[in-house]
């Protein structure tokens, strides 16, 4: 199993939160053929909208479900 890591830099929970940033990850996602992201224990592994991005483009989101989320 190939992984890709998106470390080295900081980003705001600001920048994070933003729809098109998380449409950046989801679109570099699926062009890479990636099946399941995991958000780490950041900013993104509560955040409803990227979860549900992930869902509704058929990638594995491993962290909390919706129903916990919301």
């Known amino acids: 199993m190939e ?3 998106m470390r ?4 705001s929970d600001a920048v994070v939160a933003n729809s098109s940033f998380i449409s950046l990850i989801i679109k570099g996602a699926l062009k890479n053929d990636i099946n399941a992201i995991h958000p780490d224990y950041g900013f993104l592994s509560a ?3 990227f979860a549900k991005a992930c869902i509704e483009t058929d990638i594995m989101f491993i ?3 919706l129903d916990v989320i919301y």
């Not at 080295?8 to 980003?11: F, Q, S």
């Open 3 to 5: 992984r890709i890591h």
């Open 8 to 11: 080295g830099r900081r980003w």
């Open 47 to 49: 955040n409803g909208d």
């Open 63 to 65: 962290g909390l479900t």
